[in-house]
Nanobody
Framework: QVQLVESGGGLVQAGGSLRLSCAAS????????VGWFRQAPGKERAFVAA????????YYADSVKGRFTISRDNAKNTVYLQMNNLKPEDTAVYFC?????????????????WGQGTQVTVSS
């Protein structure tokens, strides 16, 4: 079992930055692929970014490419999402999720472990 806790959300003006953190406890997740997803009101949960176990492979939704960066520090059991040049359409609850293996995927049903989410609100 892996327990995930997100932090770092908040209210920011358009063009600003936030860094989300996802801290894992329980079994180490250094061998797990990890992803970030987001869910806006009235919308389905959507893929944002994912990272392989070593950090060498990263994947992004087209809507965040060039603005968001996913990274991980396995020594700290933490994955980060650096979000720059935020836009109002980035407003959502952001979830961290871990797979049960090292293979990166971009769909919600491929992830076994989920955090409780952190709210990101971008004002115009």
């Amino acid at each position: 079992q892996v327990q995930l806790v997100e932090s770092g959300g908040g209210l920011v003006q358009a063009g600003g930055s936030l860094r989300l953190s996802c801290a894992a406890s329980g079994n180490t997740f250094s061998r797990n692929a990890v992803g970030w997803f987001r869910q806006a009101p009235g919308k389905e949960r959507a893929f944002v970014a994912a990272i392989g176990w070593s950090g060498a492979n990263t994947y992004y939704a087209d809507s965040v490419k060039g603005r968001f960066t996913i990274s991980r520090d396995n020594a700290k059991n933490t994955v980060y999402l650096q979000m720059n040049n935020l836009k109002p359409e980035d407003t959502a609850v952001y979830f961290c999720a871990a797979r049960a293996n090292i293979v990166v995927r971009t769909t919600t049903d491929e992830y076994a472990y989920w955090g409780q989410g952190t709210q990101v609100t971008v004002s115009s």
